[in-house]
């Protein structure tokens, strides 16, 4: 098998057997892009030259007999939002179309302590507004299984290039299912770890109570090698949980006796593609047969989370978005009159169209006279979201259903109509607005396209997901499968 | 129903200038978005507190000292307009 086919910790038995080296590795990773980036074109930035020095510093450490981090040498892709320092950093967007940040995101700078390899920055939906990241200012993304259709989104880029080898590991992040939506799409595991659990320091804004930075990986022990490096308190992020992660790789037992797991009847609702579902059956199956108990379990606000979401996290957009005036960074036209002129000039040619429709929506649920109605309604449903997950999780040890309602859609098909796109998101939304932690992991194809499994669990108990995760997977061969590229 | 008026208020609120094609667009959309939304109002929510957070978190304190930030040529280095240690803008008033 080609290097680039490999999990982070396959490559790092073989570094620590000097059966391979940091640099191969890097070098194998690089030649698959340039094989296959103009088919899935994955990445807005490639940092070639860094890969290579971190490479060859992790080479260095093993030559001199030094021992060396589980993730050390393995190549990971940041998403384009995620603060570089020295690296521009874009949100795929032509408002930060040049902004190299002064500073770097805390989940970057600890897989930089960990000594990662950091291959390039991936593409997404502007400012992580989208499902598909068609929204992207650059260019498409091509799911690796079928050019004709999405990735997901918004983190596509980061789904994408693990599937396609471009990248042994990424990260995303996940307002609304941005990480577990593309990684379902793509055929590999993504999560969306605990509200607090990683830093947001560094992360580019948008919905802040929603907002989370995760891993995207070939499989769940990559996953919770990735969680032992990002989790952890962060005092520049004022709600990074001040807690003591354990170490996630503990959790890696292939055993779910007795596990009790609810699946929401409105997860398996109309509206979710009945090949999906069969998938989903099926693995409820494996689950039982592996010795979950797995019971039927309703929770009846789920209709509700769509709306709610789409008050809550474009009304925070709207006050978060307001920071790029012109003034300090970012995109200014040239020749304003007067500094209202270069706001509004600056912003309106800054964002594109579903960014400013989504700054629109905001305000208007903000504004003086529909505050009540809207916004402060969606809050309130959001509490009751939230009860029907902890009444849930009272009873259950975690709970289990698709990650979105179909497979990859095609390119250009949902993209007219809002509506229609968000609903791509209906089942991870709810997670989001109760800031939970979920993991997205491969259960099969239809039609040879990837289907997501999608488990749900209580807060910072990321270690029973993975066990379940892990579990699901030693027991089946969905994560193996790649797309033909 | 969300008129034109409206949409060329709000926009006006968050410091936006759209086309006429993109009021007739944002119009068109924010009425199909706002009507999705009516969906809430089936809910009860009398006596129902609002969930703006999901930590329980109040407040964050740390003790009052001088600690590291970003260089100021750092931050002015990626300023649209500078002058000395000024970021400089067109005329306010």
Redesign the interface.
């Known amino acids: 098998m080609d290097l680039y086919q490999l999990t982070a910790h396959r490559l790092h038995e073989m570094l620590v057997k000097k059966e391979v080296s940091a640099a191969e590795i890097t070098k194998a990773v690089f030649q698959r892009i340039e094989q296959v980036e103009d088919k899935v074109n994955s990445y807005i930035t490639l940092t070639q030259e860094t890969a290579e020095a971190q490479a060859a510093e992790v080479d260095k450490r093993l030559a001199a007999g030094e021992a060396i981090e589980p993730l050390a040498g393995i190549p990971v892709a940041l998403k384009d939002n995620l603060c570089t320092e020295g690296i521009r950093t874009t949100c795929a967007s032509k408002m930060l179309g040049d ?5 770097t995101a805390t989940a970057v700078q600890r897989l930089y302590d960990a000594n990662l390899v950091l291959v390039g920055k991936t593409n997404l939906d502007e400012f992580a507004m989208g499902s598909s990241t068609e929204n992207s200012k650059f260019h498409l993304t091509h799911n690796p299984w079928d050019a004709e259709r999405v990735p997901g989104g918004s983190s596509g880029g980061s789904a994408a290039a693990v599937a396609a080898g471009q990248a042994i590991v990424s990260l995303g992040t996940d307002t609304g299912g941005s990480i577990r939506q593309p990684a379902s799409y793509c055929g590999v595991v993504g999560m969306k770890p605990t ?2 659990g990683v830093s947001r320091y560094g992360a580019v804004p948008f919905a802040s ?1 929603l907002d989370q930075i995760g891993p995207i990986t070939k499989d769940v022990t990559d996953m919770a090698h990735m969680l032992n490096v990002i989790c952890g308190h962060d ?1 520049l992020d ?2 990074s ?1 001040n807690l003591q992660h354990p170490d996630f790789t503990k959790y890696l037992v292939n055993d779910i006796k007795g596990l009790k797991i609810g699946v929401p009847k409105e997860y398996l609702a109309e509206g979710i593609d009945s090949q999906v579902k069969n998938r989903i059956k099926e693995a409820i199956e494996k689950m039982t047969e592996l010795g979950a108990y797995v019971e039927e379990t309703s929770m009846p ?1 789920t ?2 989370a ?3 979401y ?2 809550l996290a474009t009304a925070e957009a ?1 006050s978060n978005l ?1 920071r790029y ?8 036209v040239a020749d ?10 600056s ?2 040619q800054g ?1 594109g ?1 579903e960014v ?2 989504r ?3 905001g ?2 649920s903000l ?1 003086a006279g529909y505050y009540d ?2 916004y ?9 979201i ?1 009860q029907d997950f902890d009444q849930a999780l009272e009873k259950y040890d975690l709970l289990l259903g698709p990650t979105s309602p179909s497979t990859a859609f095609k390119i250009g098909e949902l993209i007219n109509d ?2 229609k796109m968000y609903l791509q998101d209906i089942c991870t939304i709810p997670v989001n607005l ?2 939970l932690p979920a993991i997205s992991l491969p259960c099969g194809l239809v039609n040879n396209l990837p289907v997501g499994l999608q488990l749900i669990g209580k ?1 910072f108990d990321e270690g029973t997901l993975l066990q379940a995760a892990f579990t699901f997977e030693q027991n089946t061969e969905h994560h193996r499968l790649r797309p033909e590229l | 129903m ?1 008129s034109k008026q ?2 060329d ?3 006006l ?6 086309t006429e094609e ?1 009021k007739e ?2 119009t068109q ?2 009425n ?3 009507n ?6 089936e ?1 009860d ?1 009398d006596n ?8 329980p ?1 109040q407040n ?1 304190f ?1 003790e009052d000292r001088v600690g590291k930030s ?2 100021p040529e ?2 002015l ?5 500078r002058e000395e240690s000024f ?1 400089k ?4 008033v």
């Open positions: 902004f190299v940040p002064p500073y509200y607090g109570s005092p004022s709600t949980a606000h209709d509700y769509m709306p709610a789409y008050l709207s307001a005036d012109g003034v300090s960074f970012g995109f200014r304003a009159e007067d500094i209202v002129d270069m706001f509004k000039r912003r309106s964002f169209d400013k429709l700054i629109m929506l305000t208007y504004s109605a809207y402060l309604k969606a809050l309130k449903v959001r509490t009751l939230k809002p509506i109760a800031g807060a | 969300i409206d949409v208020h709000v926009a609120l968050a410091r936006l200038e759209l993109e667009l944002y959309q924010l199909k978005i706002l999705a939304a009516k969906a809430l109002q809910v929510t129902i507190p609002p969930t703006a957070h999901v930590l978190i964050v740390r970003i260089d750092k931050a280095a990626i300023a649209p307009e970021f803008v067109p005329k306010i």
